[in-house]
C-alpha cells in the first residue's frame, strides 16, 4: 500500500452501496478498507449472501484489503479504527429488511443501533475530523408519510395539493416504525448527537430505494431487482396492499456513491439528508410491471389486501437540500436506464 494514497472504511462492502463505494472511491485512488462478515446471509438465506461481491473486490479493485469483522464487536472495531486511522468512512453495514426485523429483534438492534454506536465512539477517539457516511433510511419517519393527503390515481397514489416529495422537517416520533426503522432511528439520531455534540463531520442519509445490478435482491428486500428477477423467471410476484399502487423512488448505487465522495470535499457535522430518485426517479408497482411487460418481461403476481405492517404507501424524497448543499451532484441514472441495466445484468447471469 502506498504511503501516499489516503484510506477510506467501508463497512458493509459486500452489499449495494459498499461495494460500489468501494469501487468508485478505488478508482479515484484511495485505499479500501472493506469490512463485511456476509451476516446477510444469515438474515436473508443463500440468496442474500454478500460474498461473490467480497471475492470479486479482493480479486479486482486495486488496494482493496477485507476485513471480515462483526461491527458488533466492540474491540475489534476500536482495533481497526487505531490501526487503520481512516480518512474517510462510509458506514453502510447494516439489518436491512423492515420484515425481517420482527422475527430477529435483538440481532436487528445489535448491528443497527449497537454497530453505529461502536463505529461512532472509535471514529471519535482515533479519527475525529474524518467525514463519515452514515446510510440511515426512510423507515425513520415511520408510517407518518401515509398521513399526508393522498389521491390515487389509475396506477398509483400520490401527494394531493402540489407537495413534490417529502423533506427533512418530518417529525421521527409517535408513529409507526417497524422495528427495523425504530433501531435505524437510534442510528440515526446517534449520529446526529456526535455530528453536533462532539463537532464531527458525520452525514446521515436517509435512503429510500437504492437499487442497481449487484444487488443480492430477495423477498424482503431489494423491490425493484427482486421484481425483475421474479419477471425475467417466470417466478411468482407478491404484492401486499394499497392496490399496487405504492411508490417508490429509486436511486441507483453509483449516484450514492458520487454523493457521499461529494460530502467528503464539503462535510458538514450532524446533517441530515433525505436520499432518493426523486419525483422524476418515482415508480408504483403496477407501473413497474407495465414496463416489465413492454420490454418482453410479463410478471406472474398474486395480491394480499393486507399491506405489510408500516409499509409506505407514497415515498417520494425531496432533494433540495442535497442540491443545495452539494451543487456539482448529479444524477446520472434515470429510471430507463436503471432498469436497463438491472434486466441486462440479470441476462448474463443465467447465460
Known amino acids: 500500500m502506498s504511503s501516499t494514497k489516503k484510506t477510506v472504511l467501508v463497512t458493509g462492502s459486500g452489499g449495494l452501496i459498499g461495494s460500489e463505494c468501494a469501487r468508485a472511491l478505488a478508482g479515484e485512488g484511495w485505499s479500501v478498507i472493506g469490512v463485511d462478515n456476509d451476516m446477510r446471509q444469515q438474515f436473508f438465506g443463500p440468496a442474500g449472501t454478500t460474498r461473490p461481491v467480497v471475492e470479486s473486490l479482493i480479486a479486482t479493485v486495486p488496494g482493496y484489503r477485507h476485513h471480515d469483522l462483526d461491527i458488533r464487536n466492540r474491540q475489534a472495531v476500536r482495533d481497526l479504527f487505531a490501526a487503520e486511522r481512516p480518512e474517510f468512512i462510509i458506514h453502510t453495514a447494516a439489518q436491512p429488511s423492515h420484515d425481517r426485523a420482527a422475527s430477529i429483534p435483538y440481532d436487528d438492534f445489535d448491528v443497527n443501533a449497537l454497530g453505529t454506536m461502536n463505529m461512532l465512539v472509535a471514529a471519535r477517539d482515533y479519527t475525529k475530523d474524518s467525514p463519515f457516511c452514515f446510510t440511515s433510511t426512510n423507515k425513520v419517519y415511520g408510517d407518518r408519510p401515509n398521513?399526508?393527503?393522498?389521491?390515487?390515481?389509475?396506477?398509483?397514489?400520490?401527494?394531493?395539493?402540489?407537495?413534490?416529495?417529502?423533506?427533512?422537517?418530518?417529525?421521527?416520533?409517535?408513529?409507526?416504525?417497524?422495528?427495523?426503522?425504530?433501531?435505524?432511528?437510534?442510528?440515526?439520531?446517534?449520529?446526529?448527537?456526535?455530528?453536533?455534540?462532539?463537532?464531527?463531520?458525520?452525514?446521515?442519509?436517509?435512503?429510500?430505494?437504492?437499487?442497481?445490478?449487484?444487488?443480492?435482491?430477495?423477498?424482503?428486500?431489494?423491490?425493484?431487482?427482486?421484481?425483475?428477477?421474479?419477471?425475467?423467471?417466470?417466478?411468482?410476484?407478491?404484492?401486499?396492499?394499497?392496490?399496487?399502487?405504492?411508490?417508490?423512488?429509486?436511486?441507483?448505487?453509483?449516484?450514492?456513491?458520487?454523493?457521499?465522495?461529494?460530502?467528503?470535499?464539503?462535510?458538514?457535522?450532524?446533517?441530515?439528508?433525505?436520499?432518493?430518485?426523486?419525483?422524476?426517479?418515482?415508480?408504483?408497482?403496477?407501473?413497474?410491471?407495465?414496463?416489465?411487460?413492454?420490454?418482453?418481461?410479463?410478471?406472474?403476481?398474486?395480491?394480499?389486501?393486507?399491506?405489510?405492517?408500516?409499509?409506505?404507501?407514497?415515498?417520494?424524497?425531496?432533494?433540495?437540500?442535497?442540491?443545495?448543499?452539494?451543487?456539482?451532484?448529479?444524477?446520472?441514472?434515470?429510471?430507463?436506464?436503471?432498469?436497463?441495466?438491472?434486466?441486462?445484468?440479470?441476462?448474463?447471469?443465467?447465460?
Not at 394499497?242 to 441507483?252: E, L, M, T
Request: proline share 3%.
Open 147 to 351: 398521513y399526508l393527503p393522498l389521491k390515487e390515481l389509475e396506477k398509483r397514489w400520490d401527494y394531493d395539493g402540489g407537495l413534490d416529495g417529502i423533506d427533512e422537517s418530518m417529525s421521527v416520533d409517535q408513529c409507526l416504525h417497524s422495528i427495523f426503522g425504530a433501531s435505524k432511528v437510534a442510528a440515526d439520531v446517534m449520529c446526529q448527537e456526535f455530528g453536533r455534540y462532539f463537532q464531527m463531520p458525520v452525514g446521515i442519509f436517509r435512503g429510500g430505494c437504492l437499487t442497481g445490478p449487484q444487488h443480492s435482491a430477495v423477498e424482503l428486500h431489494g423491490y425493484l431487482v427482486y421484481i425483475v428477477i421474479c419477471a425475467m423467471s417466470g417466478k411468482e410476484y407478491q404484492i401486499y396492499g394499497y392496490k399496487g399502487k405504492q411508490v417508490r423512488d429509486q436511486i441507483h448505487s453509483r449516484d450514492v456513491a458520487s454523493l457521499f465522495l461529494e460530502f467528503h470535499k464539503a462535510p458538514r457535522c450532524g446533517e441530515v439528508y433525505n436520499l432518493g430518485g426523486g419525483r422524476a426517479n418515482s415508480i408504483s408497482i403496477l407501473e413497474t410491471i407495465d414496463i416489465l411487460g413492454a420490454m418482453g418481461y410479463p410478471l406472474k403476481y398474486t395480491y394480499k389486501d393486507t399491506n405489510r405492517t408500516g409499509d409506505h404507501i407514497c415515498y417520494i424524497s425531496d432533494l433540495s437540500k442535497i442540491h443545495s448543499h452539494f451543487p456539482n451532484w448529479k444524477q446520472r441514472y434515470d429510471l430507463p436506464r436503471i432498469l436497463d441495466e438491472i434486466v441486462a445484468a440479470r441476462r448474463d447471469a443465467v447465460k
